[in-house]
């Protein structure tokens, strides 16, 4: 693919429920972020792999969120126990190598906790 | 440790020029700069790795400064499609690897 995507690219879902958000990163990026952007605000990291090293998995909000990455590739993020503060836009990242490269980022999405 | 950007909004004419700050209170490895716009991704501007450095393209130039505290982004002759909200971004290191932490956001409105 020419870019970073990501899917669904909206989802609601009611409080309690388990969501699962995927991104694909553009062929041959070995890095891969996960940020959250609140209406209005601005963006949160959420955690980064870099080829097949252990993420530092601090900056998750809290034990609800897990992240993982298959194969170097693909990467998705699951949030389990939904609440209405999780509402925001998920935004995937991926670049050529370590945090100095440019990040290409995917079109996000939309998550609305009811 | 997140960067601090000023102004945090800033509204201008078409043909003016801003100017928009990110500080740290510590040395950054590195600083980029994004620009994202309204119900869109952010876009990659450029990225400044040396104290003193100082690069641009078109009329959207930056510099870091040499203590690699503080870098400020310079649009001159604005235009409409300079709109949108910029960050500045940079790596920390973190529990054996990296995070990514954006600066506060300046909010840009170039109007006609």
């Known amino acids: 693919g020419a870019g970073v995507s990501q899917s669904p690219s909206n989802k609601v879902t009611e409080k309690g429920k388990d969501v699962e958000l995927r991104c694909d990163p553009i062929?041959?990026?070995?890095?891969l972020y996960w940020y959250r952007q609140s209406l209005g605000q601005g963006l949160e990291f959420l955690i980064y792999?870099?080829?097949?090293?252990?993420?530092?998995k601090s900056g998750l909000p809290s034990d609800r969120f897990s992240a993982e990455r298959t194969g170097g590739s693909v990467s998705t993020l699951t949030i389990q126990r939904t609440q209405q503060e999780d509402s925001a836009v998920y935004l995937c990242?991926?670049?050529?190598?370590?945090?100095?490269?440019?990040?290409?980022f995917g079109p996000g999405t939309r998550l609305t906790v009811l | 440790q997140q960067p601090v950007q000023s102004p945090q909004a800033v509204i201008l004419r078409e043909g003016e020029d801003a100017v928009i700050n990110c500080s740290s209170s510590?040395?950054?490895?590195?600083v980029h700069w994004y620009r994202q716009k309204h119900g869109e991704a952010p876009v990659f501007l450029m990225i400044?790795?040396?104290?003193?450095e100082q690069k641009g393209h078109d009329k959207i130039s930056a510099s870091f400064n040499e203590k690699k505290q503080q870098s400020s982004l310079y649009l001159t002759a604005s235009q409409l499609s300079y709109s949108g909200t910029y960050f500045c971004g940079t790596e920390a290191p973190s529990s054996g690897t990296y995070k990514y932490i954006f600066g506060t956001g300046t909010r840009l409105k170039v109007l006609a």
């Open positions: 510590k040395a950054l490895y590195s």
């Open positions: 400044l790795l040396k104290g003193g």
């Open positions: 062929s041959g990026h070995t890095a």
């Open positions: 990242a991926s670049s050529r190598g370590t945090a100095y490269n440019e990040q290409f």
């Open positions: 792999f870099q080829g097949n090293s252990a993420p530092d």
